[in-house]
């Protein structure tokens, strides 16, 4: 996807958070990589929660940030459809994040508000949006490392 190492410690603003963003993209994608059908979309916690769960949410929350485009049921952006393969869902995040970063790329002043909203009452800037899908995607990373230890082994990034 990208550069799998976090950013320079003498980045400026911009890079810094793209930086750490990419870097916890590239996570929730290795962790996906290869991981075993059907257990990949099985849950391994009572919430229902799997990894391609995981990959599919990512994907609506990118969407909606960077894009402006609403799901109409967030709850089904966590449950991946029977025909949704795990190679289509990761490949649909890492499209997601391309278009993204363009979107992130065109921005010159992380304190203007985001180019599309996807809720024209409430706008967020940039920076806003940049350190809430670090967390979003730092803790939805997070369940991808336990998940997928739990069907397979497979540790670390």
């Not at 393969?85 to 992380?110: F, M, P």
């Not at 949006?129 to 497979?154: C, F, K, N, S, Y």
């Amino acid at each position: 996807m990208t550069d799998t190492r976090p950013p320079r410690v003498d980045a400026d603003e911009k890079t810094t958070l793209l930086g750490f963003l990419n870097y916890l993209r590239d996570a929730v994608g290795d962790k996906t990589t290869g991981a075993p059908e059907p257990e990949g979309r099985t849950s391994g916690v009572p919430s229902g929660t799997s990894v391609l769960g995981l990959v599919k949410h990512l994907t609506a929350v990118e969407r909606f940030h960077f894009l402006g485009e609403n799901p109409a049921d967030w709850a089904a952006t966590m449950r991946p459809a029977p025909e949704e393969t795990a190679e289509q869902l990761l490949a649909g995040y890492r499209e997601a994040v391309e278009q993204a970063n363009r979107v992130i790329g065109g921005c010159t002043d992380l304190s203007l508000p985001i180019p599309h909203p996807p809720r024209p009452a409430s706008v967020p800037t940039m920076r806003w949006v940049l350190v809430h899908m670090i967390e979003e995607t730092g803790r939805h990373a997070g369940h991808a490392d336990i998940l997928r230890e739990q069907i397979d082994g497979a540790v670390g990034r």
